[in-house]
Structures are given as structure tokens and as C-alpha cells.
């Protein structure tokens, strides 16, 4: 069982909007930077979003910035991607991921992710 868990994914019109939330069963998610990644078939994992331990720092990749936001509720214990004005390309699965160390330049890199959630499918379709 995974100890990081997404949900919101879903089926949503070019244009639309969804909201995935990455909660942690035994992790206390302000201990770590955390990253969301997406897989689409065929293609390699990217690096879509990023916020570290502080969230001081939240970094996008560059096909989703001005589109997509990261934010955190540590009473919550949950991180949350805001995807607003989505489009096909933006189909993929998307998965949270965990780091306690690494620099946050580098918050791109899946190798330095300690644990990964199973992921939720967002399907961007007219």
C-alpha cells in the first residue's frame, strides 16, 4: 500500500480544470520537498511541478507555467496541483513524489525522489 496517495484526476474538456492532491498516511509532507511528475504512453516521466520543504520555493516546468499551481496544507498534510486551462497534451498520469534532500534546482530530477505515490489519470478530451 502506497503511503502517498492522489486523487482528483478524472476526464475534463480542453480548458478545463482540476485540482490532484497528494496526501501522505505516515510521512509529515512539510518534512520534504515534494514533487509532481506525469507519464503520458510513450513518453518519458516530466517533471511538472515543484515545492519545497519551506515552500518558499515553487518551481513549473515551462510547458504549464501561468496554468498550473502548487500549494500545501500542512494541517492537512496534503500538497495540492491546480490545473487550470488544460489541454490534450496534458494527458498523462500524474504522481506526487517525496525528497527530503537535493537542491531545489534540480527539483526536475526523478532520481532524487525517495517515494512515489501510484499516480491518478487525467485525460484532457473534447
Known amino acids: 500500500q502506497s503511503q502517498l496517495v492522489e486523487s482528483g484526476g478524472g476526464l475534463v474538456q480542453p480548458g478545463g480544470s482540476l485540482r490532484l492532491s497528494c496526501a501522505a498516511s505516515t510521512f509529515r509532507l512539510d518534512d520534504y520537498g515534494i514533487g509532481w511528475f506525469r507519464q503520458a504512453p510513450g513518453k518519458e516521466r516530466e517533471g511538472v511541478s515543484y515545492?519545497?520543504?519551506?515552500?518558499?520555493?515553487?518551481s513549473y516546468a515551462d510547458s504549464v507555467k501561468g496554468r498550473f499551481t502548487i500549494s500545501r496544507d500542512n494541517a492537512k498534510n496534503t500538497v495540492f496541483l491546480q490545473m487550470n486551462s488544460l489541454k490534450p497534451e496534458d494527458t498523462a498520469v500524474y504522481s506526487c513524489a517525496i525528497r527530503r534532500w537535493g537542491r531545489d534546482s534540480t527539483w526536475y530530477d526523478w532520481l532524487e525522489y525517495d517515494y512515489w505515490g501510484l499516480g491518478a489519470q487525467v485525460t484532457v478530451s473534447s
Open positions: 515545492i519545497s520543504r519551506s515552500g518558499d520555493t515553487r
